[in-house]
């Protein structure tokens, strides 16, 4: 349950970006999570909710973009037919292919309610 | 509402960490490998198997992390390597703060190769760099083919897979040639051996490619004889 201790990471990096803004209340927190990663979705909502306690993320949405996993063959280009059971060697030519996007796990951005907003 | 532009990788402060980890090994010329694998493939019996070929000839020291107990670092221990235990709790990996607290108490000037056993387990230890120069994944032929398929994040991110146990491949059905290939499917890079720490066979082969990886690190040690 690698997924508590991504939230709270998430949740630091927002609190930081938060404190510079001289904020104390995250409205939205906007992350993009790839597909080949090891972190699954519904266990980091999970994970959120229990990690935002007492934090100035106390009352903040997650709202998570899914990334797909893309490939490219240096050689033919980008793989457009469907991956075959995780085969990561291009069917065309043999080469290894790349992975393009996937693998994010990113804060993108966060929602600040303003002092007036909290009133 | 204000919003603010963040573009941070959520794993950034684990980084941070791991580079510091980095850059102090790389100061000692050490190899550091992160060894992997789900729990009972035969990590630690790889360990002391690759420890009594390499002691006498190099500086080793072992950094064990376990959920509980100490079982395994004295297994290291009485091979007459230096250990040092992470005990983690409740926590299924190891990240770099953790190892970076166990190299303050256990000081590693002057190794040429440590070696981290991670937390048994082929999801979450995936996530989190150590700061290590190799990863090197093992699989046993007892857990069946599709190890490396239902766990790609894993095998992809591996430098070295390892097939353990390829005594036992008959008996538990597996033909290790379909083994592998689900390997180079998720990980075509990946340097790939097959062993049995039981019967030795192959072991000679992941050690001499140990041993080049070591010597080509650099400062290899006075130790050597």
Request: with cysteine; aromatic share 4%; net charge negative.
């Amino acid at each position: 349950m690698h997924e508590l201790s991504i939230a709270q990471s998430i949740i630091e990096i927002a609190e930081a970006e938060a404190r510079k803004e001289s904020s104390r209340c995250i409205q939205t927190i906007k992350i993009r999570l790839g597909e080949f990663t090891t972190v699954v979705r519904e266990a980091l909502e999970f994970a959120f909710e229990v990690a935002r306690r007492d934090t100035l993320a106390e009352t903040a949405r997650l709202e998570i973009e899914s990334v797909p996993m893309l490939l490219r063959c240096v050689v033919c280009g980008p793989v457009t037919d469907p991956v075959r059971e995780l085969c990561l060697i291009c069917s065309q030519c043999g080469l290894p292919l790349e992975v393009v996007s996937g693998e994010e796990l990113q804060v993108e951005y966060i929602e600040l309610k303003s002092e007036a907003e909290r009133m | 509402m204000d919003r603010v532009s963040v573009q941070t990788n959520a794993l950034k402060a684990n980084q941070e960490i791991a580079t510091e980890n980095r850059r102090l090994f790389a100061g000692e010329g050490t190899v550091v490998i992160n060894l992997m694998s789900a729990p009972g493939a035969g990590k630690t019996t790889l360990l002391e198997a690759t420890i009594r070929e390499l002691r006498g000839r190099y500086r080793l020291a072992v950094i064990e992390g376990d959920l509980q107990t100490a079982l395994d670092s004295r297994r290291i221990q009485a091979l007459g390597t230096r250990c040092h235990q992470i005990t983690t709790g409740t926590v299924c990996h190891l990240d770099a703060r953790m190892v970076a607290r166990a190299l303050a108490e256990f000081p590693v000037h002057g190794l040429d190769l440590i070696v981290i056993e991670n937390v048994g387990n082929l999801i979450c230890p995936a996530s989190y760099d150590l700061g290590e120069s190799l990863r090197v994944v093992i699989c046993s032929a007892a857990e069946g083919v599709e190890k490396p398929k239902k766990y790609p994040v894993m095998f992809h991110k591996a430098d070295v897979v390892l097939l353990n146990k390829t005594d036992l491949a008959t008996a538990s059905g597996v033909d290790l040639r379909d083994l592998e290939t689900n390997v180079r499917e998720v990980n075509p890079k990946a340097t790939v051996f097959a062993v049995s720490c039981k019967t030795g066979a192959g072991l000679d082969v992941w050690v001499a490619w140990l041993r080049d990886v070591i010597e080509s690190c650099g400062t290899v040690a006075s130790a050597r004889t």
